[in-house]
């Protein structure tokens, strides 16, 4: 096994002193330096400066005084911008693959095929918005007293400020439907990147100055989020915060918007489900499972954590399930041959495997998995639970790990019934080979997206975002307008 080379460009980036991206220009900032850790290796890589109040002022100002002249832009002078950052990151597809990975712990192979790739995708698509972002002209019921007429139609305008929070596990790419949808509508953007994998949307903003954004469209302050988070919704110049990330802090950016009458947009994760249909035989409910819930380690905000079998197959399902897993051996994942990378920080692991402890305390059996392997870094092998009951720990509470939570089902509809009996709804999975009954569980399925015989992917032209306890807003398809542009009617009388 042999590890990918790091760019001299990528070495060249770690050595600089970092902090900010404010009005065109990197700041170093004065800040407290903080470590960034390679979760391969638990080992520093560089240092970032943290932001406080005086960055956060200079990056607002920036935004606010963009702003006009960015949301008059002719909008198809927009997109043409974000087609050219589109192109940048293909040709830095390399270098930034290798930041995210160093910084993230992905495999070198998902952050050039999923981060990199559909990064780029997604740009062009929200490029493609350009010039159809319209409103519309209905007809007036009003009487004409003196032959007078009258018209009247809709506008829509961008909001102004767009805070974006961004978290550690696709730092490119949930920035992007984050900002590009932004952009496209005229917005300006503050970005704050998790201080776990702050680099990448360092180097993104850069590319986006060389190829010719105006300066101030895009702002990245890096820092603590506890402190940075309430500063930027609070200030005067928010006029949006669009937050990614755990539940807990998502409630308190939500409350601490709507307080303010922000809107805001929140996608926060949850507990996902995925059942799984008798018709479907042993391998392909074995493959369908290691898709919904063990890619990059099972950090994906939609991934599945609750998995409901039948009962007939539960046994020899669980039983390849632990002999696939187990095969797959941890490594380097700057290794393009490495099938499982670390968890993304020490704090992550460590909150996995106290859940995990818990869970094996409270009574459910663990089949593979459970523990660290003995190498540096962070990493956690991939856990199989045999719950107890529905109402075991870790069929309720977010892992955001590589740990799948199994019950055996005897009944569909009661299945159906479990997978919906949850706080959270951001979405589900149903793999069957039976048309009527996939459509039928679709329907009655209660999550913002639900996947037929597939899991975790994604397409722009498809609105994502949760309900109930998993969030509000959707992200990009055409649904993303809504979000970043407000609705202005205007009568005329002639």
């Given at each position: 096994?042999s590890?990918?080379?790091?760019?001299?460009?990528?070495?060249?980036?770690?050595?600089?002193?970092?902090?900010?991206?404010?009005?065109?220009?990197?700041?170093?900032?004065?800040?407290?330096?903080?470590?960034?850790?390679?979760?391969?290796?638990?080992?520093?890589?560089?240092?970032?400066?943290?932001?406080?109040?005086?960055?956060?002022?200079a990056?607002?100002?920036?935004?606010?005084?963009?702003?006009?002249?960015?949301?008059?832009?002719?909008?198809?002078?927009?997109g043409?911008?974000?087609?050219?950052?589109?192109?940048?990151?293909?040709?830095?597809?390399?270098?930034?693959?290798q930041?995210?990975?160093?910084?993230?712990?992905?495999?070198?192979?998902?952050?050039?095929?999923?981060?990199?790739?559909?990064?780029?995708a997604?740009?062009?698509?929200?490029?493609?918005?350009?010039?159809?972002?319209?409103?519309?002209?209905?007809?007036?019921?009003?009487?004409?007293?003196?032959?007078?007429?009258?018209?009247g139609?809709?506008?829509?305008?961008?909001?102004?400020?767009?805070?974006?929070i961004?978290?550690?596990?696709?730092?490119?790419?949930?920035?992007?439907?984050?900002?590009?949808?932004?952009?496209?509508?005229?917005?300006?953007?503050v970005?704050?990147?998790?201080?776990?994998?702050?680099?990448?949307?360092?180097?993104?903003?850069?590319?986006?100055?060389?190829?010719?954004?105006?300066?101030?469209?895009?702002?990245?302050?890096?820092?603590?989020?506890?402190?940075?988070?309430p500063?930027?919704?609070?200030?005067?110049?928010?006029?949006?915060?669009?937050f990614?990330?755990?539940?807990?802090?998502?409630?308190?950016?939500?409350?601490?918007a709507?307080?303010?009458?922000?809107?805001?947009?929140?996608?926060?994760?949850?507990?996902?489900?995925?059942?799984?249909?008798?018709?479907?035989?042993?391998?392909?409910?074995?493959?369908g499972?290691?898709?919904?819930?063990?890619?990059?380690?099972?950090?994906?905000?939609?991934?599945?954590?609750?998995?409901?079998?039948?009962?007939?197959?539960?046994?020899?399902?669980?039983?390849v399930?632990?002999?696939?897993?187990?095969?797959?051996?941890?490594?380097?994942?700057?290794?393009?041959?490495?099938?499982?990378?670390?968890?993304?920080?020490?704090?992550?692991?460590?909150?996995?495997?106290?859940?995990?402890?818990?869970?094996?305390?409270?009574?459910?059996?663990?089949?593979?998995?459970?523990?660290?392997?003995?190498?540096?870094?962070?990493?956690?092998?991939?856990?199989v639970?045999?719950?107890?009951?529905?109402?075991?720990?870790?069929?309720?509470?977010?892992?955001?790990?590589?740990?799948g939570?199994?019950?055996?089902?005897?009944?569909?509809?009661?299945?159906?019934?479990?997978?919906?009996?949850?706080?959270?709804?951001?979405?589900?999975?149903?793999?069957?080979?039976?048309?009527?009954?996939?459509?039928?569980?679709?329907?009655?399925?209660?999550?913002?997206?639900?996947?037929?015989?597939?899991?975790?992917?994604?397409?722009?032209a498809?609105?994502?975002?949760?309900?109930?306890?998993?969030?509000?807003?959707?992200?990009?398809?055409?649904?993303?307008?809504?979000?970043?542009?407000?609705?202005?009617?205007?009568?005329?009388?002639?």
């Amino acid at each position: 096994m042999s590890e990918v080379a790091i760019l001299p460009a990528v070495n060249a980036f770690l050595q600089r002193e970092h902090g900010h991206y404010i009005n065109g220009i990197s700041h170093p900032g004065q800040g407290e330096l903080r470590p960034v850790v390679n979760p391969a290796t638990a080992q520093q890589i560089a240092q970032v400066h943290d932001g406080g109040d005086e960055e956060v002022q200079a990056a607002m100002a920036a935004a606010r005084q963009a702003f006009t002249g960015w949301a008059s832009m002719p909008t198809l002078s927009r997109g043409a911008l974000l087609l050219k950052l589109a192109d940048a990151l293909e040709q830095h597809r390399e270098e930034l693959a290798q930041l995210e990975t160093l910084c993230s712990g992905k495999l070198i192979t998902l952050s050039r095929g999923l981060e990199l790739d559909q990064s780029v995708a997604y740009l062009r698509y929200f490029a493609g918005w350009a010039g159809k972002i319209t409103g519309e002209t209905p007809e007036l019921s009003l009487p004409s007293f003196h032959g007078e007429k009258y018209r009247g139609f809709t506008t829509r305008e961008p909001l102004g400020v767009v805070v974006g929070i961004i978290p550690w596990n696709f730092s490119i790419m949930i920035a992007v439907w984050k900002m590009a949808a932004a952009l496209v509508c005229g917005c300006t953007v503050v970005l704050k990147p998790s201080e776990f994998t702050p680099f990448t949307m360092l180097r993104v903003a850069q590319l986006a100055g060389e190829v010719g954004f105006p300066p101030g469209v895009i702002n990245v302050i890096n820092g603590n989020g506890g402190l940075l988070g309430p500063l930027l919704i609070n200030h005067p110049d928010c006029a949006k915060v669009t937050f990614t990330g755990s539940v807990p802090t998502g409630r308190a950016v939500g409350s601490a918007a709507s307080a303010l009458a922000k809107p805001v947009t929140l996608e926060l994760g949850g507990k996902n489900a995925a059942l799984f249909l008798n018709d479907m035989s042993t391998e392909e409910i074995v493959a369908g499972i290691i898709e919904a819930g063990y890619v990059n380690q099972g950090q994906i905000c939609a991934a599945a954590e609750r998995f409901y079998l039948p009962a007939e197959k539960f046994d020899r399902v669980l039983e390849v399930l632990c002999q696939r897993l187990s095969s797959l051996q941890p490594g380097s994942p700057l290794d393009e041959q490495c099938q499982l990378g670390p968890l993304a920080n020490r704090a992550h692991l460590e909150k996995v495997s106290k859940l995990v402890d818990q869970a094996r305390s409270e009574g459910d059996e663990v089949l593979c998995g459970g523990g660290s392997p003995d190498l540096p870094g962070y990493y956690y092998l991939p856990t199989v639970l045999k719950v107890r009951s529905a109402d075991s720990t870790l069929m309720q509470q977010e892992t955001f790990g590589p740990v799948g939570s199994f019950l055996a089902y005897q009944d569909e509809e009661q299945a159906l019934k479990q997978v919906n009996d949850s706080p959270f709804g951001l979405a589900a999975s149903v793999w069957t080979h039976d048309l009527s009954k996939a459509l039928r569980y679709s329907e009655q399925i209660k999550a913002g997206t639900v996947w037929v015989n597939m899991h975790t992917f994604l397409d722009p032209a498809l609105p994502f975002g949760g309900i109930k306890g998993s969030g509000n807003g959707r992200e990009f398809g055409s649904a993303f307008i809504q979000d970043y542009t407000r609705l202005k009617s205007v009568m005329v009388r002639y």
